[in-house]
């Protein structure tokens, strides 16, 4: 589908089929750009300036152009921008925007020139598993995994004031949206061909502010409700086996099958529920507040340095009620508690208490829980996955207490 050669998106079509954002006429509802000008066509002059106006631009430019070449040996320091390939520079001269600027060598102009540089390289972002509500009543965890590129360096500029929180938000609305008119065995079984789907309808929302989606890849989650009756067909829900949380049912089960070759005497059906049963219900042998006393005595300041962020827990036990905990290993030593920290965590973590002990058991890992939506996260991911360090720290310690 994104294979055809490169050719600019107009900024409007002349026909786009009605949805949820664009009218039967083919307009955005709500959207207004008639401020901007039609720089898919080259376009830069503005209608709305007077003669006067036009007049007094092009004598305050011409004086500027003669006072930088006079006092060139010393302007050319900051005026002449060096501009990579992959970069573009959008030019706001006197307000008005100019036609983008690069590669190579460019000349601005000082006191009348405001500038941006755009990058117009792919980059990626990840929409974090969310509850999407299914056409049959079912409820499960979908993230996606999005590539995008910016076509037109000017629109993204001045069409949108944060382009990278803008897209986030309309890919995670687009993405519930388009999967609630889905059937759970659909988004299970058809999940390329919704990927593709989703990626034209995020393309139809962002045209306008300059940008393209490349590739969208869904990630499946967990089966958090099961459909209402009705369906006779059996809906593939994923067992929670280590590793493989991340995968699709069909892709999963595969997989499972496989390994359970391996393995001769067991029947598969008894495998898979004494692996499902030992990471969900398995009795607790410790507590909650014993594995924070053993995090206490192996905090230390090399692992502070290591990790350098602050966590903090919110714990589901179950009985229904929440508790907090936080670790902070980015100061001193290190400190954990029970209770809320005194500042703002670098990652706040959300799960219940048989998957924090599991977690630090090294039962199951961080990235794992992460994609089948066990461990809820928020801030980067990438320093969530810090987490590891202490998890390795404390089997490590475990080790030497056993010997």
């Known amino acids: 589908m994104f294979n055809r050669p490169y050719e600019p998106l107009p900024q409007r079509d002349s026909v786009i089929a009605p949805g949820l954002f664009v009218d039967s006429d083919g307009r955005h509802r709500g959207l207004s750009f008639d401020y901007i000008p039609n720089v898919s066509k080259n376009h830069y ?22 006072l930088t070449f006079i006092t060139f040996p010393i302007t050319g320091w900051f005026v002449l921008k060096t501009v990579p390939n992959y970069q573009r520079i959008v030019v706001f001269r006197l307000g008005r925007v100019c036609p983008p600027k ?21 980059r990626a972002f990840n929409i974090p598993p969310c509850q999407v509500t299914s056409q049959d009543g079912g409820v499960m965890l979908v993230g996606a995994d999005i590539q995008f ?3 037109n360096p000017v629109m993204s500029v001045v069409s949108v004031q944060d382009l990278n929180a803008s897209t986030r938000m309309t890919a995670q609305n687009a993405l519930t949206h388009s999967l609630s008119k889905k059937t759970i065995r659909e988004i299970q079984t058809e999940r390329v061909k919704l990927g593709d789907y989703l990626g034209m309808d995020i393309n139809e929302l962002t045209r306008p502010w300059g940008l393209e989606v490349d590739r969208v890849e869904l990630t ?24 493989l949380e991340g995968l699709a049912g069909p892709i999963q089960q595969l997989a499972m099958h496989f390994l359970n070759q391996g393995q001769s005497s067991p029947p598969p059906q008894a495998e898979d529920s ?46 229904g009620q929440q508790q907090s905990y936080y670790v902070d290993l980015s100061q001193g030593s290190g400190a954990a508690g029970s209770g809320s920290f005194y500042r ?60």
């Not at 590669?103 to 755009?118: A, E, H, K, S, Y």
């Not at 499946?220 to 590793?243: E, N, Q, T």
């Not at 039962?363 to 202490?390: C, D, F, T």
């Open 344 to 403: 703002e965590p670098d990652v706040t973590l959300s799960l219940s208490d048989s998957d924090l002990l599991a977690l630090f058991r090294g039962e199951l890992q961080p990235l794992a829980a992460y994609n089948s939506g066990r461990l809820q996260v928020q801030g980067e991911v990438r320093i969530a996955m810090k987490l590891q360090e202490l998890i390795n720290l404390l089997k490590q310690h475990s080790e030497m207490t056993c010997i």
């Open 45 to 66: 002059t503005d209608s709305s300036q007077g003669w006067l106006s036009w007049i007094c631009n092009l004598v305050v430019i011409f004086l500027v152009y003669v």
């Open 274 to 319: 004494i692996t499902y049963t030992d990471e969900l219900t398995s009795s607790v042998d410790q507590s909650v507040d014993e594995l924070l006393q053993r995090v206490k005595l192996v905090l230390c300041e090399a692992l502070v340095h290591q990790v350098g962020a602050c966590f903090q827990f919110n714990i589901s036990k179950q009985d």
């Open 220 to 243: 499946i989650g967990s089966l958090l409700k099961a459909p209402d009756g009705g369906s006779s067909a059996p809906h593939i829900v994923p067992p929670s086996v280590p590793g």
């Open 149 to 151: 590129r910016i076509w």
């Open 102 to 122: 690069g590669p190579g060598v460019v000349l601005f102009l000082p006191l009348i020139d405001q500038w941006q540089r755009v990058d117009l390289r792919t």
